[in-house]
Structure formats: C-alpha cells, structure tokens
C-alpha cells in the first residue's frame, strides 16, 4: 500500500475547463504553452532510482505494470465510451489518493464515468466474478463531484492529455499498483526501441498486450482535435485503447497511446499501419514541453478545492464552457453549459440558437469555429443568441481570457 505522505496541493486560483456532451463539438482551449507551475504546487512523479536494468523479456516487464493499466468508461444516456490509462506514482499526495492519466479525447463525453482496476485474482471486469470492489465510479460533467471515487482532476486539449483522481476509502486495503515514468535526464528514447502497450481494445478487453518498436521520434499528427507532437510506433493500438500506457523494457511510462489501427468489420481484416503514443517529453524545457510529464505536472499542480476548480495549462484559453450541434432546424444551438464557466456567468443558456459570432451568421460548426479560432487573447466573442422561448434576440459578449472574466465585470 503507498506509503502515507504528507503535502497538501497548494491553493492556487485556476480555471474551469470544458468537456463536452456526446455528438457536440467542444469549444477549445488552445493557445501559448508556458510554465504555470510558478502559480501552483510542485509536482514529482515516481522514478527508478539507482541504476536500471532492463527486463529480458516483455513477460518480466509487463508484470511490473501490468496492474497500474486501468481500463475506462464513461456512459451518457445510452451512449458509452471507452479508453484506458495508467496509474502513476505522484509524490507527497494524500494517503489513499492516486493519479490516472490517460488522453484528454477519454473523457471529453459528460456522464458517469467507471473506472476498473485490474482484479488481483486476474478476473477482467466483464467476466463472472470480477470483484466490484475494483470498479471505481464518478461523474465528468459541469461540476466536480468530490465525493465520488473519480474525479477529473483536468484536461488539456491542446496536448491530448488528461489525469483522472482515485480516491480510496480510507480503510481500504487494495493494493494499487502505480507506475514509474521515465527520468526526463538519464533516458532519452531512440528509433528501433523495443516498446509495448497495455490497453482495452473494444472496451471490453482490458489488460491487452501489445508490443513493437518505435518507428520515428518527434514528429507531429494530426487529429481531430488537433495537431499534436507523438512518437510513432508499429504497436497495435485499437478503438479502446487510447489512453493507454506505453512501456519501455525497464517498466517505465514513456508514453501514452492515443491514435491507431481500426478494425474493418466487414471482411475482419485489421489494417496495421503506424500508431502514435504522447512522449513523455518533448523537449527539456518546461516552458515549451508539450510531453505528457510536463502536462500533467501542471493540471495536478494548479488543481485546488474550489467546487468549479480544475487543474490547467497556463497559457491556454481559458474555456467557454458551453457546447454546440446543429440542430434539426440547421441552426446552431446550445446543447450544454458549464455551471459556474464563463459562457453561464455571462447569461447563456442550454437551448440558446446562436445567430451571430461577431457579426457574421453562423449555422455550422466550422463557420463558428473560423471565427472562434481566429481571436486571441483580449478579444471578444461577441454572440447574438435567441433564447430558448423568447421573441427577442439577446447579445452575450465572451472575453477571450486565461482566467473567467465576461463583460460585466464578474470576475472569480
């Protein structure tokens, strides 16, 4: 069981950040990557200490972190996603607290969130007699919900990486197992490396085993969230096991797997190709390091009490929080809005139609996205919307900012 450690997260003044209902479009939260570490707690993951040996075979290696590999899911109505994650070794947490970090795209759908632990007795969650003491529930949504054994503790679209919190009863005795990532100095991962992958293809496959080698080093891909900078690598990686951990032979987190092959149902036939994995890091400068340690070093550190508070990414716009589709009518229309963001203190509302961004009408979501994605930090986001019952168009003005601050002067 983790050892009982002693520092508290620092309280920080930090910034909502928005996910996204099933089928909408996330309003996103790109920008400049700078160190907000400076405004936050200090955070070190666990790392080998002393000289490390490699593992012979994948069989030794995989045993290390075999049950630091969770499985996710996450449930809206009656749609359910599915990915995968790791536990990692943060230091000075609580006792009986631990860190997930899997892909920001994970757990970017509102609703109840699951997440299973690996069963000691090897059990998988769909099998009978999967202990239920290892499924570990909350909610990702418009509020935090403490109390709950989940919670997300922020995501950062820009880089595709998120962290999950599992909070244990405090009289619990399962042993969590936590993995080590990569010392940032020591190690530096090279082409033609022996690697393997730990995920849930399908969602219903937790625990699965892949391995390959890294094709290529610091190159960037494209997705549909964006452009993001990955390694490549010949691991298979199906739907499922995004968020999922890659693993050098010392047993090491080097990676997180959030891009790969699809399977064609309709001659069976998988089409391999090169998968992509989230570096570790990227550079050695925390003030540009756009790899997995540096994000979630940050979204842990500036992650406080306050109900509305989740970890951030200096730099980054600070979300809208709200959602959008294009409704049966082919206007564009709010389908969610964050308690306690921006876009909810500055009067918008779930059902709004929007009618025009910034002067210019807009029914589709790429007409809103040009105009949104144009603007920088102290520009508006002028919206003229018709609420939902209303006879009268209204107009809400958004601030572009790092911290929730709308034309009205309300400022948190």
């Not at 999922?244 to 149902?265: K, R």
């Not at 779930?350 to 920088?376: H, P």
Request: with cysteine; proline share 2%.
């Amino acid at each position: 069981m983790k050892k009982l450690r002693n520092s508290l997260l620092a309280i920080v003044i930090a910034m909502v950040i928005c996910v996204m209902a099933t089928g909408c479009q996330f309003i996103s939260s790109k920008g400049r990557l700078d160190n907000s570490l400076q405004a936050g707690k200090n955070v070190s993951f666990g790392m080998v200490d002393g000289a490390r040996t490699p593992y012979t075979s994948y069989a030794d290696a995989v045993a290390v972190v075999d049950r630091a590999s969770v499985a996710i899911k996450i449930v809206n109505g009656t749609t359910a996603g599915y990915g995968s994650g790791t536990i990692i070794e943060v230091e000075d947490d609580k006792p009986n607290e631990y860190y997930i970090i899997t892909c920001h795209h994970v757990i970017s759908s509102t609703g109840d969130i699951t997440v299973y632990v690996p069963d000691e007795a090897g059990l998988n969650f769909t099998d009978e007699g999967y202990d239920t003491d290892y499924a570990f529930t909350g909610e990702i949504g418009s509020k935090i919900y403490t109390g709950n054994a989940v919670n997300l503790v922020g995501g950062d679209e820009a880089s595709d990486v998120a962290v999950l919190k599992l909070t244990l009863p405090q009289n619990s005795d399962l042993n969590i197992v936590e993995a080590k990532v990569a010392p940032t100095n020591n190690y530096s991962v090279r082409k033609g490396e022996q690697v393997f992958a730990i995920g849930n293809p399908t969602g219903k496959l937790p625990g699965n085993f892949s391995a390959g080698h890294i094709a290529y080093i610091n190159r960037e891909a494209t997705f549909s969230f964006g452009t993001v900078n990955v390694f490549g690598i010949n691991v298979d990686i199906w739907h499922g096991s995004s968020g999922g951990g890659l693993f050098n032979m010392y047993g090491e987190l080097i990676g997180i797997t959030n891009g790969g092959m699809d399977l064609d149902l309709e001659d069976e036939t998988c089409w391999s190709g090169v998968n992509y994995a989230i570096p570790y890091k990227v550079t050695d400068d925390e003030t540009t390091d756009t790899g997995f340690i540096n994000i979630a070093k940050q979204l842990i550190g500036t992650k406080n009490d306050n109900p509305y508070n989740y970890g951030y990414v200096s730099g980054r716009r600070q979300a809208l929080g709200f959602t959008l589709a294009v409704n049966n009518s082919n206007n564009l229309q709010v389908t969610s809005v964050v308690s306690g963001g921006i876009a909810a203190y500055c009067g918008l509302q779930k059902g709004d139609v929007i009618k025009t961004a910034n002067g210019q009408a807009v029914n589709t979501m790429e007409a809103f996205n040009e105009i949104y994605n144009s603007l920088s930090f102290g520009d508006n986001l002028v919206l003229v919307v018709r609420h939902y019952g209303a006879f009268n168009d209204s107009t809400i003005t958004l601030a572009i900012r790092e911290v929730r601050f709308c034309d009205t002067g309300y400022y948190l």
